[in-house]
């Protein structure tokens, strides 16, 4: 089955959003990652930073913070109503275009369909802590530590929408380590499997 | 850095073995799979069938079993002792020649050399209990049970003996999909990184 779409989970650092960019480009395919929180706003009305801090993280994270955030008309946690429009959002985009969707469990959103192929990258720590610094910068945290925080919270928002474990191979077509193969020779990998 | 060994970690019935004798034969590299049980049943002393037995499962499996096997004159269990024996052999065999290994959690004993390709090879439950009744006819176990029971064993061994989890992308350069990319489709795509 040819396929439409192409979604990259990854841990922070691996280079999984470069490479999706990458792909989108040479492909001619649109390109989703923060992309998908100006349509959240737009579809909830919600402030942008507080959708950008609650659509990619799990409740639970802080406890105080959900409880306050209260819940929607219906009953529903915003957390879950924002999970809901995300969720409607990727499906939208699914049934309009040719892309690259990165992050946002979208691999488990798409899941029914056989015209999209999953992809996890990951890598070594040396190789993602020098990545991090090199792209976002220093910051007061040492990198293993922002590594490990990041990766945690995406582990756990995962899980909870999913109930399945992260960076499980059987989630995903193909996972590759890019600080084995390297950015490039990962773009190629997956472009020859979708053409 | 130009590699010298494979390991294919593989769920049962996804092709994982085939998929190491193809590239073993392609690469000219020698394979070894229940080779490694000969080489252990030399080694030990031990019976075939017990060697076949107790190597590839970790202990607890059978509690009773487990019990009555008895202990080394170093009190070393002999799971242990196995596992040791086994580890030993690995790495004769690596130091030695150009090799695809499958299984016997040959990753996690060649973790510290940078000349090893880690694959593991996954597929969905259909395409997997197709295979298993094509390649090893059917069983009074329906296919699906047996993929269940050897899968959970596998998995048990790997944590015991590695304390990783079984298929967490993380412990390979490369986990393939055989039911989406087909077992030559794997085979090429292997070769080409090892190439």
């Known amino acids: 089955m040819k396929k439409k ?3 990259i989970s990854r841990e922070f650092g691996s280079g999984g959003r470069t490479i999706g960019r990458i792909l989108a480009d040479q492909l001619g395919f649109a390109f989703y990652d923060k992309e998908i929180i100006e349509k959240l706003v737009e579809k909830t009305g919600y402030d942008k930073k507080f959708v950008e801090e609650q ?18 008309i219906d009953g529903m946690s915003l957390n879950d109503y924002l999970w809901r429009a995300q969720r409607e959002t990727i499906l939208e985009l699914a049934a309009k275009e040719n892309c690259v969707i990165v992050g946002r469990c979208a691999d488990f959103v798409l899941k029914d369909r056989d015209d999209v192929l999953n992809v996890f990258i990951h890598a070594n720590k ?14 007061t945290d040492k990198p293993m530590k922002r590594l490990e925080d990041k990766d945690k919270k995406r582990a756990v928002n995962y899980k909870y929408y999913t109930d399945q474990t992260w960076g499980m191979c059987r989630n995903y077509h193909l996972s590759l380590d890019s600080s084995e193969i390297g950015i490039e020779g990962c773009v190629r990998m997956i472009r020859d499997l979708v053409e």
């Open 5 to 7: 779409m192409i979604t």
């Open 126 to 139: 040396e190789f993602r802590a020098k990545r991090i610094v090199e792209q976002y910068g220093e910051s």
């Open 55 to 72: 659509a990619e993280y799990a409740p639970g994270k802080n406890v105080f913070s959900y409880a306050f955030v209260g819940r929607t």
